[in-house]
């Protein structure tokens, strides 16, 4: 004799037996209590989650009588009387369940509207249940809505749909409408343990964690899944044998990924695919379980505290979340997404699988890089004290491994906003101003500007320009050619400026214009005087204190010892004291949401680690001055007002707007690198 599946055996008999639908349950329950019934109910959501159910138990709540048969319509039904048990086992006469996928036509509904005419035989209502409702054609709609809308009292009707899209408006205004929510993972996993528990079979809980997951928020699923895992186990349950039956891939393949892709490494990348193709493991399941781990880490950046200690990998997920920043995160993330749906595309999924990760590479956030050794640098502060040389490779390591220096001025990106590593790696104390500035290519306006003057070619392909073409460009380039070099124009090469062009209509002359004051133009010490920004934000006074603190925050930076959240309390924090053996170090952080306790733990073990000796940090509240993040403001500052000091004092630049009044540079268009 065969036995009865799980789905079936453990279906809930009663509101009480039903998870993860609360707000259903409540509303029922509440309106049976109160004696408040509508007469037609419509349950809408996926598969598996308990639609029929939901019916089955208000049709018996409906017509419960009791053990006694002296009960009313009641929120618990009795479970023993002849209404309920015959509903369990279907073969109650005045429960009617159609299924509208295969009786969808008009003759069909016209023979039930034709029962719909005659009392209960045995029952307190008469219960019409229409599964998948949204199959019935138009004909069959219409015909059921007069009835659906005034039906005898004796009558209920409960319909059910997995697409409530396809139902006609007309039917939908005359039912009240639930939704059924697929169940989260916590809830199917809860479930599977209470089932198992009852039928006494092993199971592991990461076995448990991976039908839950398979469901899809399916609790039917998920029971006949966890049927199909303990025959394929023979009796038991365990995460190597459901992973098997269900081709998922496993953690270790994913976590050796994104190890892979955190130190930039291509060839591992390449060979953990040829590892996915030789065990025969699917390229999409790859990239979901690979799209969950980012997202339990995108998390983590955010909430610390809210990793699934119980996980086995929840050290794994945690170590990779301060290995990879918040932004490179959520950019793995967004890959992993849409490449998902470009593997049936690919030749073959394996090789569209690593099409998916080589991009990943290719589109890490500008810096994201992280080298293997990061060779140490002598800092401004160094090289002023005479510094003596890094100690020779051969020399034996010490117990406790120091992160790299402070590395020197980084590089900037020619939007002007620092990549995370690169603003990471800033030096701490006041930039001297430098006798020259590289200045990254400007164009106003979305004019490419006239690149740096090259030899002439032997024989010139003279074009034709239009009418209204700028004068300056019909200068030959010989002209350029011919001028001396001067220090400020060889410092101009790989600049562009471009003075922004003026609307005609701007230079004709109108009546009683002074020319003569129009001739008039600044000097160009003048020009840099009145254009010249006020500080954005000068970086206080450097005070040994203040420069010790951005030298260790600089050095845990650049060792990648801290990030996210931890990073953003270092660099917005300002030290106010610190004890002669570093072993103390008092804070000022004037952000509420930095004064996180677990954020200030994390950074006192990164500085105990990078000092070699415990750490106790204290940190207040109050206002802040000098901080890391200000004093890069400061040099940022500064370089940003030395490149426009010489693009406007450049003898090309001054010659162009002499030449043309009207001519101005773009605030905002020059850009240091």
Not at 99 to 107: K, L, P, T, Y
Not at 289 to 301: F, N, R, T
Not at 535 to 551: H, K, M, V, Y
Request: net charge negative; aromatic share 4%.
């Amino acid at each position: 004799m065969s036995s009865l599946v799980l789905a079936r055996k453990y279906r809930p008999r009663s509101f009480g037996e039903m998870v993860g639908q609360e707000h259903v349950v409540q509303a029922l329950v509440n309106a049976l209590t109160t004696q408040r019934l509508h007469h037609a109910y419509l349950f809408t959501g996926t598969r598996g989650v308990g639609k029929t159910t939901v019916s089955r138990i208000l049709a018996k709540s409906l017509n419960c009588t009791g053990p006694d048969d002296a009960g009313g319509i009641t929120p618990e039904p009795c479970g023993v009387c002849r209404a309920c048990t015959e509903i369990d086992a279907d073969r109650f006469i005045d429960y009617v369940e159609m299924d509208a996928a295969s009786n969808r036509g008009i003759d069909e509904i016209r023979d039930l509207l034709e029962r719909a005419a005659y009392k209960p035989a045995v029952g307190r209502f008469k219960v019409f249940m229409i599964d998948e409702v949204h199959q019935l054609t138009k004909d069959s709609f219409n015909a059921l809505l007069k009835t659906l809308e005034e039906p005898p009292e004796y009558l209920k009707f409960v319909l059910a749909t997995t697409d409530p899209e396809k139902v006609l408006p007309t039917v939908l205004s005359r039912c009240l409408q639930f939704n059924l929510r697929p169940m989260a993972p916590e809830t199917v996993l809860g479930r599977l343990q209470q089932v198992l528990a009852a039928e006494a079979v092993d199971a592991e809980l990461a076995a448990l964690r991976l039908i839950a997951r398979a469901a899809r928020g399916s609790m039917r699923d998920a029971l006949s899944l966890t049927d199909q895992a303990i025959a394929f186990g023979g009796g038991s349950l365990s995460e190597a044998g459901v992973r098997q039956m269900l081709g998922t891939v496993g953690r270790s393949h994913v976590l050796a990924l994104l190890d892979a892709l955190a130190g930039a490494d291509g060839a591992a990348v390449v060979a953990a695919v040829d590892t996915l193709r030789a065990e025969g493991l699917a390229a999409e399941g790859a990239l979901e379980e690979m799209a969950s781990l980012l997202q339990q880490m995108a998390v983590l950046h955010v909430v610390p505290d809210a990793l699934d200690r119980d996980d086995p990998d929840s050290e794994q997920i945690e170590r990779l979340a301060g290995v990879l920043p918040a932004d490179e995160t959520q950019v793995l993330y967004s890959i992993a997404l849409h490449g998902r749906g470009e593997l049936p595309l690919a030749p073959d999924e394996y090789s569209g699988l690593v099409m998916v990760l080589l991009r990943m590479l290719a589109f890490r956030p500008a810096g994201a890089a992280r080298p293997a050794a990061v060779p140490r640098q002598t800092s401004g502060t160094e090289a002023a004290a005479g510094a003596a040389p890094a100690a020779p490779s051969s020399a034996a390591p010490t117990s406790t491994p120091r992160p790299p220096a402070i590395p020197s001025q980084p590089p900037i990106e020619a939007s002007g906003s620092l990549t995370r590593p690169a603003a990471a790696a800033l030096p701490l104390a006041r930039t001297p101003a430098a006798s020259s500035v590289s200045v990254a290519p400007v164009a106003v306006n979305g004019n490419a500007a006239r690149p740096a003057p090259q030899p002439a070619p032997a024989n010139p392909v003279r074009h034709d320009t239009p009418s209204d073409m700028p004068p300056w460009e019909d200068i030959p380039m010989d002209a350029y050619a011919a001028e001396p070099a001067t220090p400020a124009r060889a410092a101009l090469n790989g600049v562009q400026c471009v003075a922004e062009p003026v609307p005609r209509q701007r230079t004709v002359p109108r009546a009683g214009r002074d020319d003569d004051a129009m001739q008039d133009s600044p000097t160009p010490q003048a020009v840099v005087e009145e254009t010249a920004a006020p500080s954005l934000a000068a970086a206080a006074a450097p005070n040994p204190i203040g420069d010790r603190w951005a030298a260790l925050v600089a050095q845990l930076l650049a060792a990648g010892a801290i990030a996210a959240m931890v990073r953003e309390l270092a660099l917005q924090s300002e030290c106010t004291a610190i004890d002669a053996g570093e072993s103390r170090i008092n804070l000022r952080v004037e952000r509420e949401p930095l004064r996180n306790p677990a954020h200030a733990e994390r950074l006192q073990g990164a500085l105990a680690a990078a000092l070699g000796h415990a750490v106790k940090l204290d940190i207040e509240a109050g206002s802040v001055g000098d901080t890391p993040a200000r004093r890069d403001a400061a040099a940022r500052e500064q370089r940003q007002r030395e490149a426009e000091a010489l693009i406007r004092n450049d003898p090309l630049v001054l010659d162009v707007m002499a030449q043309f009044k009207t001519a101005r540079i773009v605030p905002g268009s020059i850009k240091p690198v």
